[in-house]
């Protein structure tokens, strides 16, 4: 090391850095000052990347410049390419992969370590063996999470007998291989720690429903911010402290305020109450196939009732968001309006996949602010609604939500899109929703169903508008 | 319990409270940049992964602190990049209205 920095030097640069993350997440939490905090914060990351290259400690330089040539090679290309639906899994992807980086750090400062037996102080030991622990539950569970919402795996509940008791036993279990390999410093006992870790991220997951991604994704940002701090223990260092606990705090306050949101507690997303009732009520999902009718209608009829309309009220879903119908959307109400007709877009609080996103897709189709409508003010509106259009959204417009105390979704609120006179639903197919919930409002004889593809069933509905 | 122990865990404390308090009051609308955002931070690991990286002597640790460098850089680069896209749709002005 030619031009190294004393200790001092470094970790107060770390302190500037802390303080930029706490400023970056501050602004960050207003929508007006929300890009600058990202910038600030991303600033306090470079000052800490930056400053630590002058450590001391270090002797090689070639294997970490190779590691960052290839992580931001990676980082960006996923970044700048993915689809903004799929912003969350993205989410979910780069936190496994600081998760994974946590549980690595421990493992090789264990294998460093260890082979001295009575070298690892106690402290360090302990955060160690959490750091790998929570880091590779993060890790495992994100990818599970990525798999779901991708739709590589069913988004569906993945249930099987005994469940809980058997992740409580592998937790037990976990418990144990981290006091062996704490006591006996033996390097088979991490190796199981990790493994078992993994498989335990796999299991919390996989039994929780694609439409409680959102919050998981959020716990488990907390958890690798824990893993995060937990390693800045293990190397004495103050920056991942800091970085670390801000997000683990900050990321379980956000964890709960978006179960609230959803109307969902968190023991309620973690242990399964989707799919648990899911199996309790069987009848639930098979009684549309005896009996209740819905009603077909075509594109031309649709646009007749939307064009002659004098209230629409437009409710996006993440049907809109896949088919990427959003700028077809805003041709259709550009369209109804030059007609008179008034417009207006609800947003529900969780519509899409995470809290936030139809208003960025809705911004990137350039629609108007003052169009949309949080859940809160549009409800009021729907009883003297001519139109309620219902794009790929299901189970935020589900009246079960309201009325049906055994349904999984009871309680949560909804889009009360049913007291509008009429509604007109487009939907690829009659099959439930993410979810996996029947929605009775498609029975309603309110309501009109226009089946295909969001965007070309919207396509259809402009070029029907311009010919009624 | 050593001193350092002791003033790192005191960051740990107020760290913690620090992070509860800042974001009491955030619009729903921004919970998921506010998520990916944080995720960002996390990405912190980095600096850990690189001492990792600047010390290991065996293959093993060198194998291992190269892919946590991999995978905190692709934590850092990619949270802030995708949360900087996330909250670009929101900075256009309505009124700038271009086609897209």
């Known amino acids: 090391m030619i031009f190294a920095l004393s200790q001092t030097t470094i970790n107060v640069t770390y302190l500037v850095a802390g303080v930029c993350f706490v400023v970056g997440i501050k602004r960050l939490s207003s929508p007006a000052t929300a890009r600058s905090g990202n910038v600030v914060a991303a600033v306090g990351m470079a000052i800490a990347v930056g400053f630590t290259f002058l450590d001391s400690d270090i002797d090689t330089y070639w294997l970490m410049l190779a590691g960052m040539a290839v992580g931001t090679a990676i980082g960006i290309a996923s970044a700048r390419l993915v689809k903004m639906t799929a912003m969350p899994q993205m989410v979910a992807l780069f936190n496994g992969v600081g998760g994974g980086a946590a549980a690595l750090i421990a493992a090789a400062e264990f294998h460093r370590l260890a082979p001295d037996s009575g070298h690892v102080a106690s402290d360090a030991i302990g955060a160690m063996l959490f750091s790998a622990l929570i880091g590779s539950i993060s890790f495992a569970g994100s990818m599970i999470a990525f798999g779901k919402l991708q739709e590589v795996l069913p988004g569906r509940p993945l249930v099987f007998p005994g469940q809980q008791a058997a992740n409580a036993a592998l937790f037990a279990a976990l418990l144990v291989l981290g006091i062996l390999a704490g006591t006996t410093e033996a390097g088979v006992w991490l190796v199981l720690l990790l493994a078992g870790a993994l498989l335990f991220g796999v299991l919390l997951v996989l039994p929780i429903g694609g439409a409680d991604m959102p919050v998981v994704i959020s716990l488990l940002n907390a958890f690798t911010g824990l893993a995060a701090a937990s390693a800045g223990f293990v190397l004495d260092n103050t920056a991942l402290i800091i970085g670390g606990t801000l997000v683990g705090a900050s990321g379980t306050l956000l964890t709960i305020l978006m179960g609230r949101a959803m109307n969902r507690s968190l023991a309620n997303v973690l242990f399964g109450a989707f799919g648990a009732v899911a199996e309790g009520a069987p009848g639930a999902a098979a009684a549309d196939a005896d009996g209740k009718s819905y009603r077909e209608v075509t594109a031309e009829d649709a646009a007749v009732m939307?064009?002659?309309?004098?209230?629409?009220?437009?409710?996006?879903?993440?049907?809109?968001?896949?088919?990427?119908?959003?700028?077809?959307?805003?041709?259709?109400?550009?369209?109804?309006?030059?007609?008179?007709?008034?417009?207006?877009?609800?947003?529900?609080?969780?519509?899409?996949?995470?809290?936030?996103?139809?208003?960025?897709?809705?911004?990137?189709?350039?629609?108007?602010?003052?169009?949309?409508?949080d859940m809160e003010d549009i409800n009021p509106e729907f009883p003297r609604t001519d139109v309620a259009l219902v794009i790929g959204a299901n189970d935020v417009t589900n009246p079960a939500a309201r009325s049906v105390p055994e349904s999984p979704i009871y309680g949560m609120p909804i889009l009360n899109v049913d007291e509008a006179t009429n509604v007109i639903v487009l939907k690829r197919s009659m099959n439930p929703g993410f979810a996996g919930i029947d929605n009775e409002l498609y029975y309603d004889p309110g309501t009109s169903m226009l089946f295909g593809d969001a965007k070309a069933s919207v396509d259809r509905l402009v070029a029907a508008v311009k010919a009624a | 319990m050593s001193s350092t122990l002791l003033t790192s865990v005191t960051v740990l404390v107020l760290a913690a409270f620090l992070g509860f308090e800042l974001i009491s009051r955030v619009p729903t609308l921004l919970h998921t940049p506010?998520?990916?955002?944080?995720?960002?931070?996390?990405?912190?690991?980095?600096?850990?992964?690189?001492?990792?990286?600047?010390?290991?002597?065996?293959?093993?640790?060198?194998?291992?602190?190269?892919?946590?460098?991999?995978?905190?850089?692709?934590?850092?680069?990619?949270?802030?990049?995708?949360?900087?896209?996330?909250?670009?749709?929101?900075?256009r002005k309505p009124s700038e209205g271009g086609d897209a």
Do not use: C, W
Request: proline share 4%; charged share 15%.
């Open chain 1, 306 to 373: 939307l064009a002659y309309a004098d209230r629409v009220v437009i409710v996006p879903g993440y049907g809109l968001a896949v088919a990427q119908a959003q700028h077809s959307v805003r041709d259709l109400a550009d369209l109804l309006e030059r007609r008179g007709v008034d417009v207006k877009y609800a947003i529900h609080p969780v519509a899409g996949r995470m809290p936030g996103h139809m208003n960025v897709l809705l911004a990137e189709a350039n629609v108007p602010y003052p169009q949309l409508y």
């Open chain 2, 34 to 91: 506010l998520m990916s955002g944080t995720n960002a931070i996390h990405g912190i690991v980095l600096v850990g992964a690189m001492l990792i990286a600047g010390s290991a002597d065996s293959t093993l640790e060198q194998v291992l602190a190269f892919v946590a460098v991999v995978f905190a850089t692709i934590n850092v680069v990619g949270g802030f990049l995708v949360t900087d896209r996330m909250l670009e749709m929101f900075k």
